[in-house]
């Protein structure tokens, strides 16, 4: 079984669902000749052709519109958004129209569209490379919100995203590209969304993260007895793995690299409060970026949530 980094992963996701479904089309900004701005679709136009593979205009909004035409249609396109902070034309067609396709045709139109993007802090992009907005889309009825951590979970959230037949936010750490390696098969298998995984088993204190910050959970919680938790679908989050985790640790620490305030950070302490409330020893504590525009590079290491004050963060929490 072969080692491979995230942007492999997705490259062998994309390449097999194309393989196996006809009607699944890219399409974006330097999909095609170029194979995207991070090489993530590299070798797809010479398999699939440019009919299947298409290079976009440089319009977001136009991307995402078209792709929703394509899937009332029948096709299943992936669209590509090459950074995160380049997406925010493109919301009035995510909100307005791919997520109220089915309700608003009464369930007679479904909308199967994958729109994936890179998103995050920690390669020193200039403006507008790095953000890390994801509660935007959680914040959409009809939007599912998928984030994935590793490779192996990359290729296994994408099929299944692919396949849903409702609109997925797609969400790919640009730090975590190709900074890790890990085996990834070859041929179908599918990761449901909706489910977390527990990264890690323990017995004192409830670690929920996402992304390139779950590994940043991974190193603080080291020497302590956590339940460090990926929660791999943001929308919707699934409040049965981490309730039964609160329940049994008592303690509990969010992580994630967006600002703190209206983060995701914030509906899932609030589930917590509502549903788990009397099994807490001590308040919910977040570890987040800070709510400030995301800095120029020099000062990226400042602004993102480190592994010294996740452990500050575990610490403190386990004091209760």
């Not at 136009?45 to 792709?67: C, H, K, N, Q, Y």
């Not at 299943?76 to 089915?102: C, N, T, W």
């Not at 998928?146 to 990359?154: G, I, N």
């Not at 603080?220 to 049965?240: C, H, K, R, Y």
């Amino acid at each position: 079984m072969a080692k491979l980094n995230m942007v492999q992963a997705i490259n062998l996701a994309l390449k097999e669902e194309m393989q196996r479904d006809k009607d699944v089309i890219i399409l974006g900004e330097d999909v095609g000749r170029d194979g995207g701005v991070f090489r993530v679709t590299e070798g797809l136009l010479d398999v699939f052709g440019a009919e299947r593979v298409i290079d976009t205009p440089l319009a977001e909004s136009g991307i995402v519109g078209v792709s929703i035409g394509m899937a009332a249609r029948g096709l299943k396109p992936v669209a590509e958004i090459q950074f995160m902070g380049f997406i925010y034309p493109a919301l009035d067609q995510i909100s307005s129209h791919a997520a109220r396709l089915r309700s608003r045709s009464r369930g007679r139109y479904t909308c199967p569209l994958v729109v994936r993007t890179p998103y995050g802090a920690g390669i020193k992009a200039p403006e507008h490379h790095s953000e890390s907005t994801e509660a935007l889309f959680c914040h959409m009825p009809g939007i599912k919100v998928v984030l994935p951590s590793t490779p192996y979970t990359a290729k296994g959230l994408l099929i299944s995203a692919i396949r849903d037949p409702d609109p997925v936010v797609f969400l790919e750490s640009a730090r975590l590209y190709r900074l890790i390696k890990e085996e990834v098969p070859e041929g179908e298998y599918t990761i449901p969304l909706g489910k977390a995984r527990l990264a890690q088993e323990g017995k004192d204190v409830t670690v929920i993260s996402w992304g390139a910050m779950l590994h940043r959970c991974l190193q603080a919680a080291a020497g302590f007895s956590a339940d460090v938790i990926d929660l791999m679908t943001l929308n919707p989050f699934d409040e049965e793995t981490i309730y039964s985790s609160v329940k049994k640790t008592g303690r509990v620490v969010i992580v994630h690299e967006a600002p703190k305030t209206c983060g995701l950070g914030a509906e899932i302490s609030a589930s917590i409060a509502e549903e788990a409330m009397l099994f807490l020893k001590g308040p919910i504590t977040r570890v987040t970026a800070y709510d400030a525009v995301l800095p120029l590079p020099k000062l990226e290491d400042y602004y993102m949530p480190t592994v010294e004050r996740i452990k500050k963060g575990i610490e403190e929490v386990l004091k209760y």
